[in-house]
């Protein structure tokens, strides 16, 4: 499996941004489709966005939808999430996780998870 570290959480105020990385390492990044997920307290885990291997295809959830960009570089084994515009209601801990070959949208479909990292949107 591959294995997944997040970096880049931290306190922004509403409004602000921050971009959210996460370093592969492993196996062949290029083999595994990429998607960030999110857990505020006392809810489900959800799904925020989603990333082919290629990049050549993107989804979003509607509610960050215009707000966040989801990005990848096969050469440095990374993807990133530009998180922009963001609202309390953005506060979670996001995790990324990888998915072998084709594009998903919920968490039972990825097999490999990082250990997540926290954002807090103050308002």
């Known amino acids: 499996q591959v294995q997944l570290v997040e970096s880049g959480g931290g306190l922004v105020q509403a409004g602000g941004s921050l971009r959210l990385s996460c370093a592969a390492s492993g196996r062949t990044f290029s083999r595994y489709a990429m998607g960030w997920f999110r857990q505020?307290?006392?809810?489900?885990?959800?799904?925020?966005?989603?990333?082919?291997?290629?990049?050549?295809?993107?989804?979003?959830?509607?509610?960050?939808?215009?707000r966040f960009t989801i990005s990848r570089d096969n050469a440095k084994n990374t993807v990133y999430l530009q998180m922009s515009s963001l609202k309390p209601e953005d506060t979670a801990v996001y995790y990324c996780a990888a998915r072998e070959w084709v594009v998903a949208y919920n968490v039972a479909d990825f097999g490999s998870w990082g250990q997540g990292t926290q954002v807090t949107v103050s308002s």
């Open 40 to 66: 505020a307290p006392g809810k489900e885990r959800e799904f925020v966005a989603v990333i082919s291997r290629s990049a050549g295809s993107t989804s979003y959830a509607d509610s960050v939808k215009g």
